[in-house]
């Protein structure tokens, strides 16, 4: 951890103070909770119970001023990180050893390495002020790895109860996406039925920005993420528009939603951006998908414009009603596949043995693949058996049928502009950025919650922060009982409770904000050009939250208004 090799930029960034709420910086011992709404999940709450039976039930809080003498007892808290990085973990991190120490400088905070890996493995180090501070307000999961091992199985359970035992653990933090913070659940229930003294509390990070409920506005991760991939896609447009040369297809990645794609629509007027929940609600197929795109390159050629900007969302693959079928029967038949297709080297030997096993519209779909990329849908799995859609090259499809359908178009309808498409893909650039205002102080605020949610003898909880669109002194930070956030889902066949992704709402304010516009877009040369993430300078241009939450902030107040008339009446 030298200092004489970090950037400048680093340099500077480790004197931002996040302006988090007032109640966060009092002592915690003048700090409890206080009960905010009932707290029962919205639907199933009878089959939720049946796993969840000590954790479910409990009140959602808010933090007010009182009395907790508990607070500054000295404590051994262990945090990891999981899943993929989002920037701003290291100030949850930071946040959360700040409480800490604060209340009790003997405390203790033992990050596992590797995710939940590591605290299979008690694989851990007890985290120094010194490497705490080197990563301050920094972007990646470095400070201790993350990774997207699940803890299920009941040997997994028992190696926990082990590391907790042996650490002497009184509290563990799990920072995650939908799928961490159903662990964090599972954990948390299952320390309570054994009585182990033991709490968990969950905290929402995914730059996917679909972990979002009535509770979680937004997930960490995703401001600063969009802000990068807006600002390359806006450099990209401006430079398309000057060389009026490139048709660029730009692929984002969001793994299952399309919230990233949807907000980078929203910063940057491309001139079109397929939604995968809108394409799957439409029942759209692939030919329909590229008919309307062809439309739009033909209708731009006439005026002269042969250029555009496209944005794709990675996962649009589990949308297409023709790629989302071929995957889901690949995924029922992946157990049967794994040791198969160890014996099966070439794509020739595991399409002849896909045939006797998918459907005939499966088959035919992975057939009309181009080779690479029916490979890349055979081949490329996560520990989990779950197809990695951000290596699935979807874009170089579609540049390869456009160009095929341009070429076909013949009569009145024949294209006569030029056609020279470029491929992109923005995900990893945008996943370790050093955090925006935003994420930097949203992220610190909830690693302070954490502590406080622990020193409340709260367990199972997610810590919350709401009001996210304004000035983030006036943010309400609380708990949200993670059981109040499952529904039941089939997973590996079986119906269990699992917090759910959050699609993109066909009604929402942000969809709707962008269906509206769309038109003028496609036709239109209108990009904006955000430009890079500001971290110094006017509050407008450093402190700008996104287009998705400022719409649905507004809708949200709007909606609270009109109730709150209607309920005078
Ligand atoms: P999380 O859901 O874990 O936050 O990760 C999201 C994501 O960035 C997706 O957008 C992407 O598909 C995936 O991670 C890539 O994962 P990997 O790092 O394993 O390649």
């Known amino acids: 951890m030298s200092m004489d090799s970090i950037s400048l930029l680093q340099r500077a960034r480790y004197d931002f103070q996040p302006k988090i709420p007032e109640v966060l910086t009092k002592d915690a011992a003048t700090i409890q909770l206080e009960n905010s709404s009932l707290s029962l999940p919205p639907r199933d709450e009878q089959k939720i119970r049946e796993y969840y039976r000590e954790t479910i039930g409990k009140p959602a809080v808010v933090f007010a001023d009182g009395s907790n003498p508990a607070a500054g007892r000295k404590r051994r808290c ?146 600063t993420s969009t802000k990068v991939y807006a600002s390359l896609i806006g450099d990209l447009a401006r430079d398309t528009k000057s060389s009026g040369k490139y048709w660029n297809f730009v692929k984002l990645m969001g793994r299952s939603a399309s919230h990233i794609a949807l907000e980078c629509a929203l910063q940057i007027h491309p001139n079109i951006c397929l939604i995968g929940e809108e394409i799957k609600a439409k029942n759209m197929s692939l030919k329909r998908i590229l008919y309307d795109i062809c439309q739009i390159i033909a209708h731009r050629a006439e005026h002269g414009e042969n250029f555009g900007v496209i944005l794709i969302p990675e996962g649009i693959v589990e949308f297409i009603p023709e790629t989302a079928n071929l995957i889901a029967e690949l995924n029922r038949n992946w157990k049967e596949y794994e040791h198969v297709f160890t014996a099966l080297t070439t794509l020739e030997l595991k399409k002849k043995w896909l045939y006797t096993k998918l459907s005939p519209e499966a088959y035919h779909t992975l057939d009309q693949l181009p080779a690479e990329l029916a490979e890349q849908f055979l081949g490329l799995r996560d520990p989990h058996g779950n197809i990695l859609v951000s290596q699935i090259e979807i874009e170089k499809l579609f540049i390869t049928m456009i160009r095929d359908y341009l070429e076909g178009m013949t009569g009145a309808g024949t294209y006569k502009g030029s056609f020279a498409p470029l491929a992109e893909f923005y995900g990893y650039e945008g996943r370790s950025a050093f955090p925006s205002n935003f994420d930097a102080t949203y992220c610190y605020a909830l690693g302070k919650t954490a502590f406080l949610l622990i020193a409340n003898a709260a367990n199972g909880y997610l810590a919350c922060i709401k009001d996210l669109a304004l000035p983030s002194e006036q943010w309400k930070a609380g708990g949200v009982p993670l059981t109040m956030m499952m529904d039941m889902e089939e997973r590996k066949g079986e119906w269990v409770p699992v917090i759910a992704k959050s699609l993109v709402d066909l009604n929402g304010a942000a969809f709707n904000e962008f269906a509206r516009n769309r038109d003028k877009w496609a036709l239109e040369t209108c990009y904006m050009h955000p430009g890079p993430v500001q971290y110094f300078g006017p509050d407008e241009l450093c402190n700008r939250i996104t287009e998705t939450l400022r719409l649905e902030s507004e809708e949200k107040r709007r909606f609270e208004a009109w109730a709150n008339i209607a309920t005078k009446r």
């Open 78 to 223: 262990g945090v990891l990180l999981s899943g993929g990085q989002a920037p701003g973990g290291h100030n949850v991190i930071a946040g959360l050893f700040d409480g800490l120490q604060a209340a009790n400088a003997e405390s203790e905070l033992i990050g596992f390495h590797g995710g939940a890996g590591g605290l299979l493995k008690c694989d851990y180090e007890i985290l120094t002020k010194e490497k705490v501070d080197f990563h301050r307000n920094t972007g990646g999961f470095d400070i201790i790895g993350s990774g997207r091992t699940k803890i299920e199985t009941d040997a997994q359970i028992e190696a926990t109860i082990q590391t907790v035992k042996k650490l002497e653990l009184d509290s563990l933090v799990i920072v995650g996406g939908d799928d961490s913070n159903t662990n964090a659940a599972l954990l948390a229930e299952v320390f309570a039925q054994r009585k182990l003294p033991m709490q968990v509390i969950g905290v929402p990070k995914t730059i996917d920005g679909d972990l979002k409920n009535d509770h979680i506005e937004t997930s960490f991760g995703f401001d």
